[in-house]
């Protein structure tokens, strides 16, 4: 409930923000200033509350089966107070009411808070539904925050309703009682409402769609890798997943995965996307009892685009340039480069001779390149590409470790076939000693 200088610093923030337009509402909280400012975009009166009626209700869905028992529940552990649990669709229109006494019943009524009308923020301004779908997550929106005054009798908690499989906001679970019987228990008890309806969703789905979900989540929690699920209505993707491709190739590739597993019961190809960007497919058939439930796959990019080697697909052709010559030179051995009991080797072109012994007891001059402990030179190679997932394993002279700096297999440097001086703090324990 909300003191009486609280509502008087709420209601000078909302004459302020109509006067001004873009005026600062400090002391509002920002879930609430930010509908504010949207309500004002929408051109809600907050004078006078409008209202739509719909007809088209889908009061048979599954959203409303799987709700029903969890609002009779809640009903009953509210019996004792003036309130009232309702459950929207995701367009914030009343498909379930069920109050606590027929006082606070005469009271929704007159607001239009009933069964077929709609609770949009764009058309009665900041309230528990509207501005759950706008937002995102759950709010506590209590007297003097409503946008229109004739909703500022009443407080009111709701929350999103996820379908466990896509994340989509389904509907909305709202409480809403008069402004001087809030209390925050009331934002607990519409969240854990919502999370029981969101596991009778879960439990409610298609079993095969079930296998489907089951066999996606074990793939996601071990792997850190992208994860794609494609079955015949169902779409599912992981965090990775979709930050890597846009939305153009993301809807190539579930089309592609779509129409393989129809056809193949395992899937390892690579797909050429329309950006040009080569992805590898690595998956497996979902089958329950002869159907075919989905594809779930592991994706990760095979081939960049070369950006620089395509010509554009407008405008005049752009002129070849000769290529232009590339002049290597190798750096003279470090003095102090000598191995412990003998005459410095002569560095060979750029590989160790064949049959050269491969030791460890060549050592750089202090501040110098490491040296290859066979040819006793300096390494000369740069490093093409970092990849962080490189061994920590100390492995023998004069091999090549997989998933180290570069991807170019010299036989005769110890350390990462870098450039010289190795700057990566990962490679540094890899230096000959």
């Given amino acids: 409930m909300l003191g009486r200088a609280d509502r008087k610093m709420l209601t000078d923030a909302r004459a302020h923000l109509l006067d001004g337009g873009n005026a600062v509402l400090s002391g509002v909280p920002g879930p609430v200033a930010a509908s504010w400012r949207r309500s004002v975009s929408s051109s809600v009166d907050p004078g006078e509350l409008s209202h739509e009626y719909f007809t088209d209700l889908d009061l048979g869905s599954r959203l409303v089966h799987c ?13 004792a107070a003036p309130m009232c649990v309702a459950l929207t669709d995701n367009r914030a229109r009343l498909l379930v009411r069920r109050d606590s006494d027929a006082r606070i019943g005469r009271i929704l009524d007159r607001v239009y808070f009933a069964q077929g009308f709609g609770y949009a923020e764009g058309t009665v301004g900041t309230n528990g539904v509207g501005t759950v779908l706008e937002f995102g997550e759950s709010v506590h929106i209590v ?8 909703l500022q009798i009443f407080a009111c908690a709701g929350t999103p309703i996820r379908d466990p499989f896509t994340g989509r906001v389904d509907g909305v679970l709202d409480i809403s009682c008069p402004s001087q019987d809030s209390t925050p228990l009331m934002h607990s008890l519409v969240r854990a409402a919502a999370a029981r309806i969101q596991r009778n969703l879960l439990l409610g789905r298609d079993p095969v769609q079930q296998v489907l979900f089951d066999l996606y989540s074990r793939v996601d929690a071990r792997s850190r890798e992208a994860v794609l699920a494609v079955g015949q209505r169902l779409v599912m993707a992981n965090a990775a997943m979709q930050t890597l491709l846009d939305p153009v190739d993301l809807g190539t590739l579930q089309d592609h995965v779509r129409f393989a597993m129809t056809r193949h019961a395992s899937l390892a190809d690579p797909v050429e996307l329309p950006s040009g960007i080569r992805v590898g497919v690595r998956g497996s058939t979902v089958v329950v009892g002869g159907e075919i439930a989905g594809l779930v796959c592991l994706v990760r990019v095979v081939d960049e685009p070369q950006v620089l080697g395509v010509a554009a697909s407008e405008g005049p052709p752009v002129q070849q340039l000769p290529p232009t010559p590339v002049v290597l030179v190798r750096p003279a051995p470090w003095p102090s480069a000598v191995p412990r009991g003998g005459q410095p080797r002569t560095p060979s072109s750029g590989r160790c001779r064949p049959g050269s012994p491969s030791s460890s007891s060549a050592r750089p001059a202090r501040g110098g390149p490491p040296c290859c402990p066979t040819c006793i030179a300096p390494c000369t190679r740069r490093v093409a590409s970092f990849s962080s997932r490189q061994t920590r394993s100390r492995s023998p002279p004069g091999r090549w470790r997989t998933g180290c700096c570069s991807p170019v297999r010299s036989r005769c440097c110890t350390c990462c076939e870098t450039s010289t001086g190795c700057l990566h703090r990962r490679c540094r324990p890899f230096l000959p000693r």
């Fill in 67 to 79: 709700a029903q028992p969890v609002i009779e529940q809640l009903a009953e552990e509210i019996a």
């Fill in 143 to 150: 007297g003097a925050e409503h946008f229109v005054d004739a």
